[in-house]
């Protein structure tokens, strides 16, 4: 298959961009031209051969850069990784579906060979060759959680599952849209979505809840979220967000195009078989204007969600600023025409 | 609205428990007062009451001593009684009974204090009395803030003016903040007192 991974930056001079190929799979979120909250969740079984369903965790182009940049916001702030005492064995459980998915999926990338509990992994891109012990921490360089997660794009919450209710009691994120897993860590389910608006009110989270805790192994799901980030930023954190803030002041008409980007995050949702906790990969996918209106359906339909979206949702995306001028940008892309239903870009 | 992250105060019960450890600062007093009227007899003889009146009026003080608890202490602060109190709480036999009334901030603070040793928060009975001041934690920073009482306010650590979150971590006893003019530091909002 060979992957060209790309040597790029998602900080400073921002050299991200996708290839037209990767443009092609980018996990368009819209089915429709409008968007309102829903619990949306579909089974994550692999689909489409070239698209990002194709395997059950995507490895593209950007894997080596995204590896990088997560390694620069570890040594800034370590604590961006963490696990209660109690996650250690879903950090292992973690690793192996990760070490194991992976391999399948991408043999001529990723190689598992196990002997008992004797495991040797080799990471061809990224230049790792470890032996180690499954189950005994002191084998690895880090924890479970965090090596295997330095090795794999998106971020990941690790959610124990007691009293009817899912714990956010590990994990690793360094890509989020605005979160603090050092805040949030310890919360059930309601409390770490205490700050999203509308949603509580419709219902969504009750329902939802009642889905993830029924998640059984080997039947992972999936759902689609989205938001708006000006330039190709993974580290949108609240930590950092006194230093990534002035960027939303900075949209003009002329550069729409290649400042602002699309973010989809995949969440997908899999039952970890020794510890019954919950494994939430977070994975975040970014798209310019420029690259997202090669699509002229994408186009069209953007135009139209982002200039329909409920303000109390805009507000909470943080869209506010710079919303007017990217509306009034792309409703020169969108000439009216009806869009053909489903997410392709036609 | 509701805070979804927020605890959910009760009011002050007495339990049925071999011993009795009630904490208080200012107006918390008449919530150990009103749990009086509700007490059995011979409640405040295996009772220990621990008082921050701060700037209350002394009437407190003299109405809790009035229920001639086993043990009174009157604290300056809650920080000058931790060591105190953690002694209280490690040194603790199966029956103690805990007890928190008054402001948030000490509410979250005497929460930490017995987690720290393994006491779970829905086994301490807590009422919220008094100031609505905050406790809140710099998203950026990780400094803690205490008595907030302004929207927004200034970190006292790193300096950054923030918007105090309607968002609340157990674990850290405290309300998110985030800087409320990231977007353009120069624009500065007037700060209002609204956490009376």
């Known amino acids: 298959m060979g992957i060209n991974f790309k040597q790029e930056t998602f900080r400073d001079d921002y050299t991200f961009r996708n290839s037209p190929e990767q443009i092609r799979r980018f996990p368009f979120p819209f089915h429709e031209d409008g968007y309102m909250y829903s619990v949306n969740i579909e089974p994550h079984v692999p689909t489409r051969k070239n698209s990002v369903f194709e395997h059950l965790f995507d490895v593209d182009e950007h894997y080596v850069s995204e590896m990088r940049d997560r390694a620069i916001v570890l040594a800034e702030d370590p604590l961006r990784c963490q696990s209660l005492p109690h996650m250690t064995l879903a950090g292992w459980d973690t690793l192996e579906l990760l070490m194991t998915e992976k391999a399948a999926s991408y043999p001529d990338l990723f190689t598992l060979t196990r002997d008992g509990d004797k495991w040797h992994w080799i990471n061809r891109p990224l230049g790792i060759d470890d032996h180690f012990t499954f189950g005994d921490t002191a084998t690895l360089p880090y924890s479970p959680l965090e090596y295997i997660t330095r090795q794999s794009q998106g971020d990941f919450a690790v959610c124990d599952q007691r009293e009817n209710n899912l714990w956010m009691d590990a994990g690793m994120v360094t890509t989020q849209a605005d979160w603090s897993l050092d805040f949030d860590i310890g919360m059930n389910f309601f409390e770490w979505h205490a700050p999203v608006p509308l949603a509580h009110e419709m219902g969504v989270f009750t329902r939802a809840l009642k889905f993830l805790t029924s998640i059984q192994q080997g039947q992972p799901a999936r759902r689609l979220n989205w938001t708006m980030t000006i330039n190709p930023r993974l580290d949108t954190s609240p930590e950092n967000f006194h230093k990534w803030g002035t960027d939303r002041a900075t949209v003009t008409p002329e550069n729409v195009g290649q400042k602002v980007h699309l973010r989809v995050e995949v969440q997908m949702f899999f039952r970890l078989p020794r510890s019954n906790a919950i494994l939430f990969p977070i994975r975040c996918y970014l798209i310019s204007m420029d690259e997202l209106t090669t699509s002229p359906k994408w186009a069209r339909r953007f135009h139209r969600v982002l200039r329909d979206l409920p303000n109390e949702l805009a507000e909470y995306k943080g869209l506010v600023r710079y919303r007017p001028t990217v509306v009034e940008w792309l409703s020169k892309r969108d000439d009216g025409a009806p869009t053909s239903p489903g997410f392709g870009p036609d | ?196």
């Open chain 2, 1 to 196: 609205m509701t805070i979804k992250s927020r605890p959910v105060y009760g009011t002050l019960t007495p339990q049925a428990g071999t011993s009795h450890l009630l904490i208080a600062d200012a107006e918390g007093a008449a919530a150990i007062l009103d749990l009086a009227k509700k007490a059995p007899a011979g409640f405040f003889a295996s009772a220990e009451i621990m008082y921050f009146p701060g700037s209350e009026d002394r009437h407190h003080v003299d109405a809790l001593k009035a229920l001639a608890p086993q043990k009174f202490y009157e604290g300056p602060s809650f920080a000058a009684a931790l060591p105190r109190l953690r002694q209280i709480l490690e040194e603790a036999h199966m029956g103690l009974r805990l007890y928190v009334a008054g402001t948030e901030v000490l509410i979250s603070q005497v929460e930490l204090a017995a987690n720290a040793v393994g006491v779970d928060h829905r086994a301490i009975q807590a009422e919220h009395r008094g100031s609505l001041a905050r406790r809140v934690q710099c998203v950026h920073c990780k400094g803690i803030t205490e008595n907030v009482t302004t929207q927004p306010y200034t970190c006292s650590h790193c300096g950054l003016l923030l918007l105090v979150r309607d968002h609340y971590s157990r674990r850290i006893g405290a309300f998110q903040g985030v800087c409320i003019n990231a977007e353009d530091p120069t624009e500065i909002p007037e700060k209002e007192e609204i956490f009376r």
